[in-house]
């Protein structure tokens, strides 16, 4: 088969690697229909996922058709259409017993693209195959439900209910990629009483206002928490929401909470960033960070079968498998190219 395999920061190829075959009683083998590429794996180019090493399939996301299952395997059937979560759970273990799914340690957690071999490849081997995907229903567009892979649940579980948006509330989120856009619909939720997003590209600050954002900001000459400070009488925002990964963006999230506001760390960091203790700590503020766990998949499911969330505006190009190069290039200059999420497909 092919497959697009990692080979060192800013190396990577669609090239020959093998089909993947059942190593254990619970994976089934996944033929991909449709998969998508996350800032992560952007992250992964760069080098900041060091435990990602040469020879890796990459990608964490996708929607297949079962090919093969193990004989451990109940639910999951031969020719299922299914969503394979970018997050794999053993289903058994202390924290996937506690919904935690992100921190498994049965051998799960973010290990697709990742520990093991990913999804951006033709087929994929999924480890415990029940507890790791979700039947497709009907009438969903695979394009669709791609977007509960990772991002949706990732931008309203590390970003907003982390962060704790209740209703009035004065929501900041830096970085207006699609995991800040996902944040966005996912704040909308809550009905808060402002929006604001903040990016470099005017591209997505213009996406940002589509999913519902009302107040944008242009990082590369407009100031954030002069605007910030507009909205709310001086005090900041109640929830701000980190979705870029760099020390920078951290700090300005930082900066821009209100005393006894929270602040959600969505990015993944590859560097050190500084937390301006001599500054915040006497604000009681409350910082979290996560990986996403994925237990949210099943509400943000029924929301987009009641039609309440819109996933389908997040994808914004198509390709073929055979175009990942393209695609990652795509992806990755998304201020000239305007790309919120690409769907790459079987021909
Ligand atoms: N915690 C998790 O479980 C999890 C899951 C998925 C993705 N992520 C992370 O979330 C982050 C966002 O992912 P994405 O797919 O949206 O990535 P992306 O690269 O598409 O988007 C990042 C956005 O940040 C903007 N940006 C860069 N520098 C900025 C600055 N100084 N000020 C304001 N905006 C700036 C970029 O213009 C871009 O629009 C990444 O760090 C990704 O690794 C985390
Ligand atoms: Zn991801
Ligand atoms: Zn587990």
New binding site residues.
Partial sequence: MKALVYHGPDHKAWEDAAKPAIQSDTDAIIRVDAVTI???D??ILKGDVPEVTDGRILGHEAVGTVQEVGTGVKTVKVGDRVLVSCITACGTCRFCRASQYGQCLGGGGWILGHTIDGTQAEYVRVPFADTSTYQVPAGVADEQILMLA??LP?GYE?GVLNGTVHPGDVVAV???????LAAIMGARLFSPSHIVA????DS?LEAAKQFGADVVVN?SHEDAAAIVAELTGGLGADVSIE????P??FEQAVALARPGGHIAN???HGQPATLHLEQVWSRNLTITT???DTYTTPTLLRLMTSQQLDASRLVTHHFTLDQFEEAYDVFSH??ETGALKVVLSRR
């Fill in positions: 996350c800032g992560t952007l992250h990772d991002i990732t590390v830096v970085g207006a990629g699609p995991i800040g903040i990016d470099l590209a997505r990082n979705a870029v990964g760099t920078a963006t969505i990015g993944v996560g990986l996403v998304a201020s």
